[in-house]
C-alpha cells in the first residue's frame, strides 16, 4: 500500500510563498519513478479541486488556470518527493493540500476519479 505523507502547510500572510512536500513510500511491485504525482485541494465547504500535476519523469506538467504562474510542481524521483511551490498566496488560496498519485499522466485538468492514493492532507491557511 503506497502511503503518501504531505509537510510543509502553515499559516502565512497574503502575498508570501510556501513550499509543500509529499513523501511516498509502500512501493512494493511499483516505483514512485512510474507514477505521476499530483496536488489537489479543498478549502471549506468546497469540492476537492485540481492543482498542478506531473509527470513520472518530471517533463512533463500541468496547472489548473487559477494557479498558473504562481505555482511550480516538481519532483525528486531518487527521494520519491514532489513539491509544489506556492507564491504570492492569496486568501483564496486557503484550503488544505493533498498530494495525489496515478497511473497516467495527463495534461487536462485532473478529476478525484482518476486518483490511486491520496496523501492526508496539510493546511494551508492565508492571511489578508
Known amino acids: 500500500q503506497v502511503q503518501l505523507v504531505e509537510s510543509g502547510g502553515g499559516l502565512v500572510q497574503a502575498g508570501g510563498s510556501l513550499r509543500l512536500s509529499c513523501a511516498a513510500s509502500?512501493?512494493?511491485?511499483?516505483?514512485?519513478?512510474?507514477?505521476?504525482m499530483g496536488w489537489f485541494r479543498q478549502a471549506p465547504g468546497k469540492e476537492r479541486e485540481f492543482v498542478a500535476g506531473?509527470?513520472?519523469?518530471?517533463?512533463?506538467?500541468v496547472y489548473a488556470p487559477s494557479v498558473k504562474g504562481r505555482c511550480t510542481i516538481s519532483r525528486d524521483n531518487a527521494e520519491n518527493t514532489v513539491y509544489l511551490q506556492i507564491i504570492s498566496l492569496k486568501p483564496e488560496d486557503t484550503a488544505i493540500y493533498y498530494c495525489?498519485?496515478?497511473?497516467?499522466?495527463?495534461?487536462?485538468?485532473?478529476?478525484?476519479?482518476?486518483?490511486?492514493?491520496w496523501g492526508q492532507g496539510t493546511q494551508v491557511t492565508v492571511s489578508s
Open positions: 509502500g512501493y512494493q511491485v511499483s516505483s514512485f519513478s512510474a507514477d505521476a
Open positions: 495525489a498519485r496515478r497511473s497516467r499522466f495527463t495534461s487536462s485538468i485532473w478529476t478525484t476519479d482518476r486518483i490511486d492514493s
Open positions: 506531473i509527470s513520472n519523469t518530471g517533463v512533463s506538467t
